[in-house]
Nanobody, 123 residues
């Protein structure tokens, strides 16, 4: 199983970025894929999840209404659309995955991880 995160960059506050998490070795529509982020000096924190069966999406309160996670089963890729970016969204963003339907904010829950992609939001 491999996850490849991409799409990070430098953006001004109020702007948008779309992160991608391309999967190989498993199907995104039969497993849960999540996004975490880690800001400098802080622990890795859960951002969002998209569940296997019906693509139900869940978000941490800090990003609700601004971030949207979705998937393209044909491309076997999960996306994190980030709108109305704020400086506090600055972090390294990671995608991770686990088998079945999982709702958990714990990093220990997910056995598969991609490399991080840096998102920097300037004020």
């Amino acid at each position: 199983v491999q996850l490849q995160a991409s799409g990070g960059g430098l953006m001004q506050a109020g702007g948008s970025l779309r992160l991608s998490c391309a999967a190989s070795g498993f199907r995104v529509n039969t497993n849960t894929v999540v996004w975490f982020r880690q800001a400098p000096g802080k622990e890795r924190a859960w951002v969002s999840s998209i569940l296997n069966a019906d693509a139900s999406a869940y978000y941490t309160n800090a990003v609700k209404g601004r971030f949207t996670t979705s998937r393209d089963s044909d491309k076997n890729t999960v996306y994190l659309q980030m709108d109305s970016l704020k400086p506090e969204d600055t972090a390294v963003y990671y995608c991770a995955a686990g088998e079945g339907a999982i709702i958990s904010p714990s990093t220990d829950t997910y056995p598969y991880w991609g490399q991080g992609t840096q998102v920097t939001v300037s004020s």
